[in-house]
C-alpha cells in the first residue's frame, strides 16, 4: 500500500485497522518531502519534531485502544501565513524571515485537538498577494503536473504538497482565490468557505473583509472532513459566526437548479478551457440538474473593485510591520546609521516588503488618500453591493453557480510576473465570492494536455454542504 | 504618468522607503493600474449604500476586565530592541 496515495478515510480505516502505525504514516510523508520537495519547493520549513512528536502520541492512543478521531494522525501541510505555535510563520516575506510565532492559531489548534501530524509550512506569495507564488521572498514553488508551469497562488505551496503528494491535506487562505486557483492548477480539490464560517484568529491579516482560512485536500470528501473540524464560532475573531446546519438535507440531483453565467464565458477565456468547463457542465445535465443560464451583470466590474478593496485593507493592516515590534528592523543592521524613528519605518519596510507588496500598499494608500478616496475606496464599496446584490438575486433562482475557476491554464514561470495587470486578470473569475462573502468549491474536471482545469462552484451563505455534496457527484464520490 | 511628486507623497503617506529608480517605476505602473480601475465610472452607483463587510455585523461586547497573556515573554522576545520588559524606540527627531 502506497501511504502517500492515501485519502483521510482510507487513511483512518488503516490506522484502525493496524495496517501501518501513525508514525509510519508520518514517516512516508516525511521521506516523500524530503525525495520530492527538492524540484517542487512547495515547504519553507519542516515541523519535522512536531510531527512526530504527534504521531507518537497517537500510536500511544491506538495501542491503549482509545477511539481516534478522523483527523488523527493525518499528516497535514500548513500555509505559512497560519500561526503555529513556535515554528517560523514568514508570510513569505524577508520582513518576517525570522518571526516565531507566538501562539497557535484556532484552526491549527481544533486540527492539533484531534492529533493532527503537522509536517510543514508551504510557500506563498508574500502576504498572500499574488496568483502564482512567484511573489515569495523565498522563490517561487513549481507545479507538480510541469515543473516549468505555476501552481498558481497565493497558496501554492500547499495545493502543490497536497498534489505533490507531500501532504493528505493542507490548509491555505483566500483572499481573492488563493485556495480555488492553486487547487485548479494543481488538480485537487480547494474550499473556500463563507466569510465568517471559520475564524481568521492566527491567520497574518491581508484583507480582513474577504479573507478566509480553507481546506485542501485530494477529494471532496477529505475537504469536507476538515471544513467540518476547522468551522465555528470562536471568540477571539468576532466575525467569525456558528455555521447552521441543515437537518436531514439530502441533495437530489432532480431538484438541483445550476446557474451557469453568461458573462463569464466571454472574450478572454482560454477556449480550451472553456470546452473541458461546458464538457462539466453536461455531465450534470444528464445526470439530472437542472442548467440555467443567469446573468452577473456587474461582473466587469468586479476586478477592479477587488484591487481597489483588497489593497485598500491591506495598507492599513501592513502598516504593524513598522521594524519596532517585531519582524525586520533596519536598527538591526551593525552599518546602519539610523537617527530617527520615521527612518526606522521607512527603511525598514523599504528593504522587508518586496516588489507586489510595495506595490499593493501604494495602491491601496493611493486610493485612500485625501482626495481620492470618493473616486476609488468608496466607489468600489458601493459596486461591492451591486455585485452581491446580482448574486442574490441569481440565488433566487438557482442553488448553485457553474463557473470556471480561471479563464488560464497553469502558465509558465515568468510568464506574467512582469506585467502586474496581466496577472491580476488570472483572478477575474475568483474575486466576486469573496466581494459577496460566498463559499466556493474548486473541483478538478478535466485536462488539457496533461494540465488541469478546475470547475468553480458557487453557493449560498453557509451552504457549504450543498456545494460539496455537488461537487462528489462529479467523480461518483458517495454521498 | 504620475508626477515624481505624487509618488513620492504616496510613499510618504505609507512609510515606505523607495530608491529613486522604485519613484520612477511606480510613475508609470500605478498610473497603468489606475487607469484600468477607470471602468468603474461606467457604473452609475449614486443611489447605492457602500458595502464594507459581505454580511451585517453587529459590535460584540464584552466586560472590560484585564487579563494576563500567558505568551508576554515570546511577544517581548520579538522586540528588534528593548530594555528589560521596555520596547526601546529611536527618537521622534
Keep these: 500500500m502506497e501511504l502517500t496515495k492515501l485519502t483521510i478515510s482510507q487513511a483512518h480505516e ?36 512536531l510531527a512526530l512528536e504527534k504521531a507518537r502520541w497517537i500510536d500511544d492512543k491506538i495501542l491503549k485502544k482509545e477511539e481516534i478521531n478522523i483527523l488523527s494522525a493525518i499528516p497535514c501541510a500548513i500555509k505559512d501565513n497560519i500561526l503555529v505555535e513556535g515554528e517560523k510563520c514568514t508570510a513569505g516575506s524577508k520582513i518576517l524571515e525570522n518571526y516565531l510565532s507566538p501562539y497557535d492559531a484556532t484552526v491549527v489548534k481544533k486540527i492539533k485537538e484531534k492529533g493532527s501530524v503537522i509536517l510543514g509550512k508551504t510557500n506563498l506569495d508574500e502576504f498572500a498577494m499574488g496568483s502564482s507564488t512567484e511573489n ?22 500547499s495545493a502543490a504538497a497536497v498534489a505533490g503528494g507531500m501532504a493528505l491535506f493542507a490548509l491555505g487562505s483566500d483572499t481573492g482565490g488563493s485556495i480555488r486557483l492553486p487547487a485548479s492548477f494543481c488538480g485537487i480539490v480547494g474550499l473556500k468557505p463563507t466569510y465568517g464560517a471559520i475564524s481568521r484568529y492566527g491567520l497574518i491579516a491581508f484583507a480582513s473583509s474577504l479573507d478566509q482560512i480553507g481546506p485542501i485536500a485530494k477529494t ?53 478551457v472553456e470546452k473541458v468547463i461546458k464538457n462539466a457542465i453536461k455531465k450534470y ?20 473593485c477587488y484591487y481597489i478593496i483588497a489593497p485598500s485593507e491591506a495598507s ?15 536598527i538591526q543592521d551593525p552599518k546602519s546609521k539610523i537617527q530617527n524613528l520615521l527612518e526606522v519605518y521607512l527603511q525598514s519596510r523599504g528593504e522587508g516588503f518586496g516588489e507586489e507588496v510595495r506595490r499593493r500598499i501604494m495602491l491601496g494608500t493611493y486610493a485612500l488618500s485625501a482626495g481620492y478616496y470618493e473616486a ?104 | 504618468m504620475l508626477s515624481r511628486e505624487e509618488v513620492k507623497h504616496i510613499a510618504k503617506l505609507a512609510r ?10 511606480f510613475q508609470k505602473e500605478l498610473f497603468s493600474i489606475l487607469d484600468y480601475f477607470e471602468k468603474l465610472k461606467e457604473v452609475d452607483a449614486s443611489n447605492v449604500k457602500p458595502l ?23 511577544l517581548l522576545e520579538l522586540m528588534p530592541e528593548r530594555k528589560g520588559s521596555y520596547l526601546k524606540v529611536k527618537s521622534v527627531f
Design chain 2, 52 to 74: 464594507s463587510h459581505p454580511f451585517e455585523i453587529k459590535n460584540i461586547i464584552r466586560k472590560d476586565e484585564p487579563e494576563t497573556t500567558a505568551n508576554k515573554d515570546k
Design chain 1, 220 to 272: 471532496v470528501e477529505d475537504c469536507q472532513v476538515v471544513f467540518d473540524i476547522i468551522k465555528g464560532k470562536d471568540k477571539m475573531d468576532s466575525t467569525s459566526v456558528e455555521v447552521p446546519q441543515f437537518k436531514n438535507w439530502k441533495l437530489e440531483i432532480k431538484n438541483l437548479r445550476i446557474g451557469v453565467p453568461k458573462e463569464y464565458f466571454v472574450k478572454g477565456i482560454d477556449p480550451e
Design chain 1, 316 to 330: 492599513a493592516n501592513l502598516a504593524r510591520y513598522d521594524g519596532i515590534k517585531y519582524g525586520y528592523s533596519k
Design chain 1, 14 to 49: 488503516g490506522l484502525k485497522k493496524k495496517n501501518f502505525s501513525a508514525v509510519e504514516l508520518a514517516k512516508a510523508y516525511l521521506n516523500k518531502i524530503q525525495e520530492k520537495d527538492k524540484e517542487i519547493s512547495a515547504f519553507l520549513t519542516i515541523t519535522e519534531n
Design chain 1, 376 to 479: 476609488y475606496y468608496l466607489k468600489a464599496q458601493k459596486v461591492r453591493a451591486l455585485i452581491k446584490n446580482d448574486f442574490d438575486k441569481v440565488f433566487k433562482r438557482v442553488d448553485a453557480i457553474f463557473t470556471p475557476v480561471s479563464p488560464f491554464l497553469p502558465f509558465k514561470i515568468g510568464e506574467k510576473i512582469k506585467d502586474p495587470l496581466s496577472m491580476y486578470l488570472v483572478d477575474i473569475y475568483t474575486v466576486s465570492v469573496n466581494l459577496a462573502g460566498l463559499p466556493a468549491l474548486s473541483l478538478p474536471v478535466g485536462k488539457v494536455g496533461n494540465l488541469p482545469v478546475g470547475l468553480q462552484i458557487i453557493g449560498r451563505p453557509f451552504e457549504e454542504d450543498k456545494i460539496l455534496e455537488t461537487g462528489k457527484l462529479f467523480h461518483g464520490e458517495n454521498i
Design chain 1, 136 to 157: 515569495s521572498a523565498f522563490g517561487p514553488t513549481k507545479n507538480p503536473h510541469d515543473l516549468t508551469r505555476v501552481p498558481g497562488g497565493s497558496s501554492g505551496g
Design chain 2, 16 to 25: 515606505l522607503g523607495l530608491t529613486e529608480k522604485e519613484i520612477t517605476d
Design chain 1, 285 to 304: 445535465e444528464e445526470i439530472g440538474a437542472k442548467i440555467e443560464e443567469v446573468s452577473l451583470p456587474h461582473t466587469e466590474y468586479a476586478l477592479s
